[in-house]
Structure formats: C-alpha cells, structure tokens
C-alpha cells in the first residue's frame, strides 16, 4: 500500500514505477522530480498501471465549496448544517476537525468543541452543481461511473488504456486536477483492483491524498484491521462478530466459508470473500434517482398533530418540485419521523404515480394521522420512492388500502 507522497524510499516501492500529482504525467522507476513539469509529488507502487478501479472523495465537499466562495474563511473552522442548537453537522472543514467536530453531531456540542467556528445553513443547488460538473470530468473519461453521494464516486477505467494512452492511474490524477483548476475543489483518490478496496484506499490519506492497494498485498494489508474497514459491517454485525471472538479481519481469514455461511448466512459468503480482498461486485453507471425527499429538524421537539402536519406541506412542495425538475414522477409517498430519543419511524404507502405536491401531502397526511398519537418528535420528512418517467408509467395498481 502506498499513499499520497512519494515514498520511493519504502520498502517495496523505491524500484516502483511513478505518477506525477502534478501534471499526470507516467515515470519510470527511480524518478525523484516529474521531467515534464518538475514537480515532486510522485505516488509510487508495485502495481500502479495495472490497477482499474478507482474511488474519488471529495474533501468536505460542502466546506470547501463554500470556502471556495467566500476566501475570507479560508482558514476558519467552517461547519455547514443547521444555524440553531438543534440542528446537526452536514459537513465541516478539517480545521474544524482538529477541535473534534464530525458530520452528523449536533450543533450544540459542536460550537462547545469549537466555539469559533463560522456555521453556514446548506445550500443544497449550489452544491449538486459542482457535483453535477464533477461527474462530467469523470465520465469525459470512462462512461462506467457509479455515484455513491453528491461527492463521491466509483470509475471503472480499464479501457482507458486503449481509447487515451493512459493508465487508470494517471486518469485518476488528471480528473482530480481538473476538479481543482476548474471547480476550485479537492479530492482524494483509492485505486485497486476492485470496489471494496479502491474505496478503502481513498480514506487512508486526506484530503488531497492517493493511496493504492495491490493485489499482493491486499490480505496482508487487511488483517490487522478492525472488521468495521469492510463494507457491510456496522455496529450490529461488529457485536455479533465480537461475541464470537472475531474483531480483526485476520479473525474472518483463519474461519472457513462453510462455518462462516452457517453463522451468518449470506453475509458470511460476503465476509469471507472480503476478508481476502475479494470483491466481485461490478462498477454500475448512475440510474435514476431511487427516492426524492425533504425533512425539516424542529427548534423544539413537537407533540401536536396539527402543527406536524403544518410542516409537511413545505415539505410535499419542494419534493413536487423537485421531481418536476428531474421529470419523474413516484408510486410511493414516505413520511419519515425522528422521536426526541432519536428513534427514526418510516411510514410508505401506495399511490399512483404522481409528483402533483397536494397528492404528495394527502399520503403523508393519511400516515402521520396514525402515527402523531401524542408523542414528541423533533424531526419530520416526506418524499417519493419507486421513481419513474411519466411516459415509462405503468397502469396504476390498486391500493387495497387506499381510500
């Protein structure tokens, strides 16, 4: 495994084939300063240009984008979420890390970390246009581009090769620097041979980082780590692993994949399979938007029914308007519920296809009637799942519960 700068004096790596970060540029073994621009941050590894899967992540996209904006914060502690105590941390700058602020704490206890820090409310268009811009850099050089969020993304570059004369690697470089001579943002690259470790490698070293993971060492590199670093294991599966003395992947490695289908059922297929460095899942292309919706945190937790419902028509209209925007219309309505023990609650029903904003609000208002029985809520939401194009509509299904 090797990171972002040049470690040509790593064991491993010294006799390594190069990049430039600079400029992109394909050097061979040896090279201490990039010939072509004179820049010495070269990312070295055994198996640079034979590596096709790539994991771009932007660095605290919503941060930089409004430091971007406004460089008289440039070196403040920048926190973008809610502007009140009840609201919670969308995205922060690594400044503010430093103090120990995180996405998704709440406001209060991040100003009580980091007193100076300068709150700004999200502003969700200007954000999905960078992201709309940095998805055209990445697909202008391989179609096989599968969003994850707003900020980061899967690339499947192995015809790169054949249709630019370059490798995966460099393709790699030359999209980060466009997305920082263009859009004035930064990103940290994973590179491998699959999915699982390619985004791994992107959370080894940032921000502006670039770290790989061969296939020599893959399992080697992952035995030592926490059972966590693999793809479907949070905190339930981490303590039922736990209790059955497996905390590291080197844990998963010495189990068999019969014992561990036994214990797991089909997850234990996928975690030995991972324990190894095995991936076989594919980089899929975006498909269209799976849900579309719209919450509101409250100032105070809410009991009323009529004042839960006063929120949902706000709600219902910027989720209309959003799906117009998008031409799709929805065959399910969700109502989503935070109790003021953070407990969530998710209510769907059935409609027909529609993303007119009072048949949006007449569902959600059917599903809040049976669920605002008096307790205290401190967040509410609403959307549409089972997303399509009108002129991909189906005839309606009947809704056996329906009115």
């Known amino acids: 495994m090797s990171d972002g700068a040049d470690h040509g004096g790593r064991s491993g790596t010294a006799g390594a084939a190069a990049v430039c970060r600079d ?48 460089p008289e914060l440039a070196a403040k502690p920048v926190i973008v979420g809610g502007d009140d105590h009840r609201g919670v941390v969308a995205a922060c700058c690594y400044v503010a890390r430093l103090s120990g602020v995180r996405s998704a704490m709440t406001i209060r206890e991040a100003l009580d970390r980091c007193p100076d820090a300068v709150i700004i409310r999200p502003d969700m268009a200007k954000y999905k246009e960078v992201g709309h811009r940095a998805r055209a850099i990445m697909e202008a050089f391989t179609p096989l581009v599968e969003p994850i969020s707003i900020d980061e993304a899967y690339l499947d570059l192995a015809g790169v090769e054949e249709r630019l004369s370059i490798s995966p690697a460099q393709a790699l470089v030359e999209i980060v ?50 059972v966590t670093i693999l793809w479907g294991v949070g905190p339930a599966l981490e303590r039922k692993l736990f209790a059955d003395g497996i905390s590291r992947v080197a844990d998963l490695q010495d189990k068999d994949e019969h014992w561990l289908v036994k214990r797991y059922g089909a997850m234990g297929r996928t975690l030995f399979r991972f324990a190894r460095g095995d991936d076989p899942r594919r980089v899929e292309p975006e498909s269209p938007s799976k849900s579309i919706s719209s919450e509101e945190t409250f100032d105070w937790d809410v009991t009323s029914p009529p004042a839960l419902a006063a929120e949902l028509r706000p709600l219902a209209q910027k989720v209309s308007r959003r799906m117009e925007r998008e031409g ?27 993303r007119d904003a009072d048949a949006i609000l007449a569902a959600g208002l059917s599903l809040l009637e049976k669920e605002a029985d008096g307790r205290a809520f401190r967040l509410i939401g609403i959307g549409c799942t089972d997303l399509l194009r009108p002129d991909a509509a189906p005839e309606p299904e009947l809704d056996l519960f329906g009115p």
């Open 23 to 70: 400029c992109a540029a394909a050097l061979p073994p040896g090279t201490r300063r990039c010939p072509k621009c004179g820049g010495r941050r070269l990312f070295r590894h055994p198996e640079l240009h034979d590596l096709p899967i790539g994991h771009i992540d932007c660095d605290s996209f919503y941060a930089t984008v409004e430091k971007r904006d406004r």
């Open 177 to 226: 620097r466009r997305f920082e001579t263009e859009l004035r943002i930064t990103a940290s690259i994973g590179l491998s041979y699959n999915k699982l470790l390619a985004k791994i490698a992107s959370d080894l070293d940032k921000p502006r980082g670039f770290s790989a993971i061969g296939r020599a060492e893959a399992a080697a590199f992952l035995a030592p780590r926490r």
């Open 328 to 354: 799709l219309v929805g065959r399910s309505v969700v109502l989503k519920l935070k109790t003021k023990d953070f407990q969530q609650l998710t209510r769907s029903r059935r409609v027909e296809p529609t």
